[in-house]
């Protein structure tokens, strides 16, 4: 992929580490998973570009909740594309 | 800005609740806001308690844990691998997920949003909290010295909050988490005084569930978690001897031994 076609992946990573150091910094929390969701997100955004990794962090969140069992999930992992 | 207008929805329900404590039930302001924010976190209760249950299994599983955390206790990556691939086979986890924590934040951002219109157009009522203690609840937090009192309740309300939150994180982590929020004291010192009550209301409740959950989870004793480990180091000189009878042995009085140990616990309990 060429540097200009991943600049809104770029854009994505920026927000979600600006999130990491407000939001996430005054709302403490943990994750189930390892990697953390945020590092999921930034993962995932960097290996499938903003859509694809909006979706897929996205999805990561939603597994995030007190139901699933959690563990270790990498964003290379996925089977939502292939 | 798409974000603001997504929240609108929300932020009419928080102000029609508010405007509600309010008029009907007669709150000042300032008292609206920490019921609101009290019945915020009552409709999260349930997670809580979830994880509370969640953190009693794990005891049970405590010298495990240890010893995955001892063996990689130079390789973080590896040690948290482990330690959330164990959760999964046990069906254990104690730390907390993040979806509960993220539909936090927009109730957040639309109480700020809320308290902002309600600093630009003031409302009617009483604005002061504790007898004209904080004399308006809708200026910002530097306006007046009882904001600053606030603010340092805010800073020590969230370093007990990350406090009993942050139990699953390294050390680092939990460092950062501690000194972020008086670097943002500069920032929040902008904010409107009712949000500073909104967030020291959601902290104290933060750390009152974390004492509660303390005493629902005791902390597991050093010498019975040693105790359930040395059978093991004590049977190896006799599998020296007879390979397979003994070999037969470890396996049988294995379960055996956490099964006492745990009806112990629960005695205690």
Redesign the interface.
């Known amino acids: 992929m060429s540097q200009v076609l991943r600049l809104p992946s770029y854009l994505g990573i920026a927000l979600v580490y600006a999130y990491r150091y407000t939001l996430g910094a005054l709302f403490p929390g943990g994750c189930k998973y390892h990697p953390s969701c945020s590092q999921y997100a930034i993962d995932a955004l960097r290996e499938y570009g903003l859509v694809r990794g909006v979706i897929l962090a996205g999805w990561r969140l939603l597994r995030c909740n007190p139901w699933s069992l959690g563990g270790v999930d990498y964003a290379h992992q996925q089977r939502l594309f292939k | 800005m798409i974000l603001f207008s997504i929240l609108s929805p929300l932020e009419d329900v928080l102000r029609h609740i508010l405007t509600w404590l309010n008029g009907t039930v007669g709150l000042p302001w300032a008292w609206a806001i920490v019921v609101l924010t009290v019945m915020v976190r009552l409709l999260m209760v349930p ?1 809580a308690v ?2 509370i249950h969640s953190m009693q299994a794990m005891q049970a599983h405590m010298p495990e844990m240890k010893a995955i955390q001892q063996r990689y206790k130079n390789d973080k990556q590896k040690r ?2 482990e ?3 164990f ?2 086979d046990n ?1 254990v ?1 104690p ?8 539909v ?2 927009p109730v ?1 951002i639309a109480l700020y949003l809320v308290l902002r219109q309600f600093s630009r157009h003031p409302p009617g009522g009483n604005l002061s909290w504790f007898g004209g203690l904080v004399p308006d609840i809708t200026a910002h937090a530097n306006a007046h010295w009882s904001g600053y009192l606030l603010l340092a309740i805010y800073v020590g309300s ?1 370093l007990a ?2 406090y009993f ?2 139990t ?2 390294d050390k680092t982590q939990r460092t ?2 501690m000194i ?2 008086v670097a ?1 004291v500069p920032v929040i010192v902008r904010f409107p005084v009712g949000l500073v009550i909104y967030w020291v209301t959601t902290n104290l409740w933060t750390v009152g569930q974390g004492i509660v959950t303390r005493q629902m989870v005791p902390k597991a004793q050093p010498p019975p978690k040693r105790s359930s480990r040395t059978p093991p180091k004590a049977d190896k000189p006799s599998t020296d001897g007879a390979a397979e009878a003994t070999e037969e042995k470890p396996v049988a009085e294995q379960p055996a031994q956490p099964r006492r140990v745990r009806r112990k616990k629960r005695a205690r309990r």
């Open positions: 997670l979830k994880q948290n691998e330690l959330m691939k959760y999964r069906r986890n730390a907390a997920p993040c979806l509960p924590l993220l936090q934040f957040f969230q909050s990350t939150m942050s699953t994180m950062m988490m972020l929020p943002f």
